[in-house]
């Protein structure tokens, strides 16, 4: 269970922000606004939540720095075959601790995926499991943890989560 | 990118509480109430996000003034032949910024539709691009602009989003 | 309509707090420790939207102590043949009022669901209609009223929502 513990209300402010302004960069496809939410040396990665709970270490994704993202944006944006699809991210239950420096965040996340010509529909939901730090007067993710719950849609991911 | 702007704590309490009244007043089907939350000559546009994006000016439904969404009320509740359905609103990411005589206000919606003997199922998703003031004492919106992802199911819009 | 009354913020913030760790707590399937979010005689009752509002009593699931909640998780963990899923709690609009001695809170959920192999989808949208009280320094529910849209799916209810 986790606790309730103290974190100060400017902070709470400034993560909810942080998890605000992530969804609209995504779900604007401003993709190439999006590593700049991560630190330079920050892990992303996105594992089902069978292979994470058995300790098993095979990730859908795994980047471990910035300049990884910028990478798979590159290939998102010029690179990738894919039919494009619109995002909408439903985050809720944010819930910082605080420890030595910086945050521990958990949120749960729904996104909402939307073909041309088709009807919207659950793509992918799951929690996020993340350490947000102070980086030069901005928070950012030092590590992003996605954690989905079904393994059958995230097989055709081509957008950050 | 949105950026993370001063916006006064005991303002964000009352921005998120009138998106919870929002989506409660709806939810609950009390159509009657749901002009109240605008200004007297406030506009509410519902438009797909394609035309949105391409600056299409054509929309779904339009209305420039309060007395205009009374008479939609009316129309539902009334005159407008339409299978019922229940309507609950999840609106996350609230993120407001402040202006000259108001906020601007940004979130994500999805809406979740019940049909009798049916199951629940994504009725709309897409996001809120507001204007919000006070106005008298109380927020009000003097602009919500639903900006939907999917033009499918909106077609047979009945209830406000 | 539901009134924007005065909540001092760090009640606010316990309040969000405790709708937070509950969904997280349901959702790691930490069943054992659902009970504890609620008092020692508090109730907890999942009806439809329909029987709800015509004010007949026939409820889904009905609790009238902890104790009975603990045996529902002896149940659900122990006894009661059922496939497994995965539950993601979506709540959202989580709007207080404070009475005399404790918090009427609202809030919107949606609960999506994710079997092996499949993939995730809505499952329970509904609202709470929740009791909340500080017990011993805790905020826990006295009263926990699940009211959800769809009479389908909630027929195969097994976990807690």
């Given at each position: 269970m986790?606790a ?7 902070d709470?402010?400034r993560i909810?922000?942080?998890?605000a302004?992530y969804?609209?960069?995504l779900?604007?496809?401003d993709f190439?606004?999006?590593p700049d939410?991560?630190?330079g040396?920050?892990t992303y990665?996105?594992i089902a939540?069978?292979n994470h709970d ?5 990730a ?12 798979r944006v590159y290939a ?5 075959f894919?039919?494009p699809?619109?995002?909408?991210h439903?985050?809720?239950g944010i ?7 910086g945050?521990?965040?958990r949120?749960n996340?729904?996104?909402v ?9 659950v793509?992918?939901a799951g929690?996020?499991d993340?350490r947000v730090?102070?980086d030069?007067?901005?928070?950012r ?6 954690v989905?719950d079904?393994?059958?849609?995230p ?7």
């Amino acid at each position: 269970m986790i606790a309730a513990d103290a974190v100060a209300l400017e902070d709470r402010v400034r993560i909810d922000d942080l998890y605000a302004r992530y969804a609209a960069v995504l779900d604007d496809a401003d993709f190439e606004a999006w590593p700049d939410f991560f630190t330079g040396d920050a892990t992303y990665k996105v594992i089902a939540r069978e292979n994470h709970d058995r300790g098993l270490p095979l990730a859908l994704l795994a980047f471990e720095s910035r300049d990884m993202l910028r990478d798979r944006v590159y290939a998102v944006t010029q690179t990738l075959f894919h039919e494009p699809y619109y995002q909408r991210h439903l985050i809720t239950g944010i819930h910082a601790r605080r420890d030595d420096d910086g945050f521990a965040v958990r949120a749960n996340y729904c996104v909402v995926r939307t073909k041309a010509g088709a009807l919207s529909e659950v793509y992918s939901a799951g929690r996020y499991d993340d350490r947000v730090v102070d980086d030069g007067g901005d928070l950012r993710f030092a590590r992003k943890l996605v954690v989905f719950d079904s393994e059958l849609i995230p097989n055709s991911l081509i957008y950050p989560l």
